[in-house]
């Protein structure tokens, strides 16, 4: 079974922080996806990656950076973190074609 | 931007009874994945439908995909309280390869 593990399940930072959110992989996927989910938006595509150091912007980018300098490891960056980014984020893999995606079990983030 | 929106947000039913939700995109898909959202937990792949006016069905849950590749629904027969939660449709962005564009989410609620 795929596994796809973020760091945090809880975070709570303060305005203006650095805040980096960590996801792993250990199904050797070339595609990996960052979403954040919120009440009535369904996910929306921050960033994602299809393979190592290649990134690009998704449907929402403006405040996000994100880092992956290994296939297994998918890192979004928060470079001054704000209350309107406080949301649950969900990281993604997948393999290629039309395969599906596998999901993190989220890390809800609050900007306080 | 292409979109892809889901009706109802929100549906409750008492067990036992049948449950559809509908996800229309502004532009055609080469294929539509529907994915489950238990409460609290993270998305979950159920199914991928490709060709044009295809139907699958995993037991109580019957899957279309439409004749003009627009359109998808889902329909569960006899809803039970596992059935509980957030379905999802998605489907890649046109040119977009590996990215998927999420639907608006159907949120679940089955009373005994």
């Known amino acids: 079974d795929v596994k796809v593990t973020q760091s945090s399940r809880y975070l709570v930072k303060r305005t203006g922080e650095k805040v980096f959110l960590e996801c792993v992989q250990d199904m050797d996927h070339e595609n990996m996806f960052w979403y954040r989910q919120d009440p009535g938006l369904g996910l929306r595509l921050i960033y994602f990656s299809y393979d190592v150091k290649m990134k690009e912007k998704g449907d929402i980018p403006e405040g996000y950076s994100v880092s992956r300098e290994k296939k297994e490891r998918f890192s979004l960056i928060l470079e001054s973190a704000s209350t309107n980014q406080t949301s649950m984020y969900l990281c993604a893999s997948k393999g290629t074609g039309n395969s599906p995606l596998h999901f993190g079990n989220g890390t809800r983030l609050t900007v306080t | 931007g292409q979109q892809v929106m889901q009706i109802p947000q929100y549906q409750h039913v008492q067990e036992g009874e049948d449950f559809t939700t509908y996800c229309n995109s502004s532009?055609?898909?080469?294929?539509i994945q529907w994915y489950k959202q238990r409460p609290g937990g993270h998305p979950v792949f159920l199914i991928q439908l490709v060709k044009s006016g295809e139907v699958k069905k995993q037991k109580r849950l019957t899957f279309q995909f439409g004749e003009a590749k627009k359109n998808s629904s889902l329909h569960i027969t006899a809803t039970q309280t596992t059935d509980v939660g957030t379905y999802f449709c998605a489907g890649p962005l046109t040119g977009g390869g590996n990215k998927l564009t999420f639907g608006t989410g159907t949120q679940l609620k089955v009373e005994l």
């Open positions: 532009t055609t898909l080469s294929n």
